[in-house]
């Protein structure tokens, strides 16, 4: 198995993902051009705009 295929990595991938879409959600970024950029659903963007974490 490598790394690519654990829960661990693809978890941690996808919190990194979802970081980084608030990030430029908040410099003014399109949420359908960050779901394509950073393969993600337009939903969890849309969900992510609508209920930004807490600081």
Excluded: F, H, W
């Excluded at 490598?2 to 990595?9: A, K, Q, S």
């Excluded at 879409?21 to 908040?26: F, I, V």
């Excluded at 359908?32 to 209920?51: F, G, P």
């Amino acid at each position: 198995m490598n790394i690519e295929e654990t829960r661990i990595y693809r978890d941690l991938e996808r919190q990194t993902k979802l970081k980084a879409a608030g990030r430029l959600l908040n410099m003014g970024y399109c949420i359908s051009d960050l779901a394509k950029a950073l393969d993600l659903s337009v939903e969890e963007v849309t969900t992510l705009a609508s209920n930004p974490p807490q600081a």
